[in-house]
T-cell receptor, first 115, second 112 residues
Framework: KAGVTQTPRYLIKTRGQQVTLSCSPI?????VSWYQQTPGQGLQFLFE???????NKGNFPGRFSGRQFSNSRSEMNVSTLELGDSALYLC??????????????FGPGTRLTVL | SQQGEEDPQALSIQEGENATMNCSYK?????LQWYRQNSGRGLVHLIL?????REKHSGRLRVTLDTSKKSSSLLITASRAADTASYFC????????????FGKGTHLIIQP
């Protein structure tokens, strides 16, 4: 079974631009969660989608948004990029909604650099 | 926000030795999970321990959980060079309220 895939793997943008990252979960998984990882703040939860609905959202500004499609693939969008948005963005999928005893499987991440 | 704090932040040991990492957290949890990350890549799930469990084993890994002290430990026995990585604990408060809350991690270096 193929793992979680994320595209693109690397991205360079300039301040003020917007970016869309994509995540394809493991086949059959309906929950997709997004995390931001930076050296200063570590791993922080962005949001979780299950069956096309956002279930939870972390403490991030409204510039960060996401969606999930009927095939469970998910995208996250960051508008008006700031230097501090430079980070590794990780997506994780699980069979059932996160929060139970479900193992989350992580993708390799998208490394976003904002110049 | 960070819930967990791993200790130590970095650990360097010789191959074959055991490595122990600790994690403390602040709020009540549903379960606690340990992940490994190699060089800024994706996270690999190692083990999940439920709040009503005290100890769990998986291969060379042993995890303990003390909910009264709000702490967990990860023991890797007979370490190998391939175990060099960052290790994170992550807590799940149940209900999926805020996703997984990760600690800042322990960077483990296994010297050959």
């Amino acid at each position: 079974k193929a793992g979680v895939t994320q595209t693109p793997r690397y991205l360079i943008k300039t301040r003020g631009q917007q970016v869309t990252l994509s995540c394809s979960p493991i086949s059959g998984h309906r929950s997709v969660s997004w995390y931001q990882q930076t050296p200063g703040q570590g791993l922080q939860f962005l949001f979780e989608y299950f069956s096309e609905t956002q279930r939870n959202k972390g403490n991030f500004p409204g510039r960060f948004s996401g969606r999930q499609f009927s095939n469970s693939r998910s995208e996250m969008n960051v508008s008006t990029l700031e230097l501090g948005d430079s980070a590794l963005y990780l997506c994780a999928s699980s069979l059932a909604p996160a929060g139970g005893y479900n193992e989350q499987f992580f993708g390799p991440g998208t490394r976003l650099t904002v110049l | 926000s960070q819930q967990g704090e791993e200790d130590p932040q970095a650990l360097s040991i010789q191959e074959g030795e055991n490595a122990t990492m600790n994690c403390s957290y602040k709020t009540s949890i549903n379960n606690l999970q340990w992940y490994r990350q190699n060089s800024g890549r994706g996270l690999v799930h190692l083990i999940l321990i439920r709040s009503n469990e005290r100890e769990k084993h998986s291969g060379r890994l042993r995890v303990t959980l003390d909910t009264s002290k709000k702490s967990s430990s990860l023991l890797i026995t007979a370490s190998r060079a391939a175990d060099t990585a960052s290790y994170f604990c992550a807590t799940n408060g149940g209900g999926g309220a805020d996703g997984l809350t990760f600690g800042k991690g322990t960077h483990l270096i296994i010297q050959p």
